[in-house]
């Protein structure tokens, strides 16, 4: 099984001192780069920029166990367990000291980037990745299914940024993760009434929302200039939980859809609190019918 290691560093923190979760998938990213040029022998410079070949994230599912926190050191370890024509899905879970911190279910596709379609694995990469299998899932990945948006949805629309962009000419992955954020950001301040920085996150509430779970399903690829449209309602509520659902899309086109949980907890302990009385009333409002 193939091991990356990354110090958690201040870069990677948050507010709250823990690592930011879109950092999880660029910590993700780079160990399938390291293990495209350690063990499939295809540098992802020499891929991208010499072959044209492409390998874009198609699907991420991430459950967040226990928060990694400023100055551990996290260890993920990669191995394939589907090698199909065009596609590798893979494990990718990530721990410190041993103790399991979060697990990802990762599947890229290869493509042309001339062509924009997908292409054949080449050889020998196709080879050493399927010399590395180790067991499949007991399931496979279904779609991410959410439904139309309903018509009392929160939306926010933002624009793709040069800072978004990759070597591949499109939005790098990671980077949604942060306009997801930014989404649940605004949807706080805008639909609930609970901006973080003015109520949600200082006393007396001095509340967080970890996630716990993240599933994406990246369907079209967004460029430079585009303009994205996310539409973000609540599928359930537990007694501190909050299951959302995300669809981004252009011009009408979805683009990427998820299914987001998150937590409430409390700043100061660190435990899951009931959902405040106020707030489960505003959710409500965007409760899909």
């Not at 996290?74 to 367990?81: D, F, G, I, K, N």
């Not at 989404?183 to 509340?207: I, K, N, T, Y």
């Not at 599933?215 to 299951?243: I, K, N, P, Q, Y």
Request: with cysteine; glycine share 6%; charged share 20%.
């Amino acid at each position: 099984m193939f091991r990356f290691s990354q110090p958690i560093r201040f870069s990677h923190c948050d507010p709250a001192g823990v690592l930011y979760f879109p950092h999880v998938f660029d910590f993700a990213s780079t160990a399938v780069e390291d293990w495209f040029e350690q063990r499939l022998g295809m540098p992802f410079h020499v891929m991208h920029m010499e072959h044209r070949w492409g390998n874009p994230v198609v699907r991420t599912l991430c459950e967040f166990v226990t928060p990694c926190h400023f100055g551990e050191e996290l260890v993920l370890h990669l191995e394939p367990t589907v090698v199909g024509r065009s596609s590798i899905e893979m494990r990718i879970p990530g721990s410190v000291a041993g103790a399991e911190r979060f697990r990802i279910r990762h599947k890229t596709a290869m493509m042309s980037m001339d062509a924009m379609r997908a292409m054949a694995i080449p050889e020998p990469m196709r080879t050493r990745a399927a010399a590395e299998l180790g067991a499949p899932y007991s399931e496979p990945l279904s779609a991410v299914e959410v439904g139309p948006a309903p018509a009392n949805a929160f939306r926010s629309r933002q624009l793709v940024r040069y800072a978004h962009c990759d070597p591949g000419e499109r939005v790098y992955f990671a980077r949604f993760f942060d306009m997801f954020n930014a989404a649940l950001e605004d949807w706080f301040a805008e639909g609930l009434g609970a901006p973080w920085g003015s109520d949600f996150m200082v006393p007396p509430r001095d509340l967080r929302a970890p996630s716990l779970r993240i599933d994406t399903e990246f369907l079209h690829a967004c460029v430079l200039g585009d303009l994205l449209d996310f539409d973000l309602w609540v599928r359930r509520m537990g007694r501190s939980s909050f299951e959302l659902a995300l669809v981004g899309a252009v011009g009408g086109q979805v683009r990427l859809r998820a299914i987001w949980t998150l937590c409430a907890i409390s700043f100061a302990t660190g435990r899951a609190v009931p959902l405040p009385d106020d707030l489960r009333r505003a959710m409500a409002r965007f409760l899909a019918a």
